[in-house]
């Protein structure tokens, strides 16, 4: 009687052992139809695969300039502006390009005028405004002639709205150099703007008085190449990583000491 309750639980386990080798090869086989139905949806925002859900990253560029002439690829208008004696030229060029082809959008400034500003500016959509609450975040490519050029990132939800800004050495550590560089802003930076359904225009801005302040020359030449919004939340917002000379936070705020008295001061950066 032993010897039979023995075979039957050899039996058993022969069974089982067998069951489980055609199960871990049934998934082996779903994983790998999963791998390669993903890999054929190529840029698709969305696709199931045997009950799985894929989605990739929604993205919207507005501007790659690959076309060499305007409006950008929102149909919004875009250009040059100055103040107090500066002066601000753009060109769309295929000499210097984002990986050897297409074009970029060239910047000249001069901001050596006392308390003089300039630069450029882009429409989210022509005359109106964009709806961008699907979005986190917002990049573009960076190259300088020598490298330490310096300024800020501004969006704005109207013409005569409360602009929100970024300094682009809050997020591009080390600041601008004669190479191209990536930078990634996550929206959330742009701590004025609390309604994201309705953004009128993005700005590049050179200021000579924060240009002088930080060190950074007051004159020169940058290319913007792939300017694009992304979806990908950007998990770091950053206060203030002290990459500049210039009493302004991360978010725009201003920063400084407190003395004995409990009085505010401005430091020394």
Known sequence: MMQVNLRSKRKFSDNYQHTMGKIRAGLLVLLLAICLRTAEAGTASTGTVAGVYVKNPLTLIIDDWNDGAKP????GNGGCFSYGGATATDIIVST???????????????????NSYAGYWTEFRAGGTRNLSSYKNISFFIKGNTGGEFFKIELSTGPAAWKSRVYINDYLDGGVTAEWQKVTIPLDAFANITDWSALYQ???????????????????????DNLVLGSEFVPVVRLDHFGDKIEINSTGGGCGFMNDEAK??????
């Open 202 to 224: 993005l700005t590049f801005v050179f200021e000579q008085s924060l240009c002088t302040k930080n060190g950074s020359p007051t004159r020169g030449t940058i290319n913007i």
């Open 96 to 114: 210097v390009a984002l990986g050897g082809s297409g074009c970029s959008l060239e910047l000249k400034y001069n901001v050596t005028a006392p």
């Open 264 to 269: 505010a001061g401005h430091g020394s950066l």
């Open 72 to 75: 950008n690829n929102l149909g």
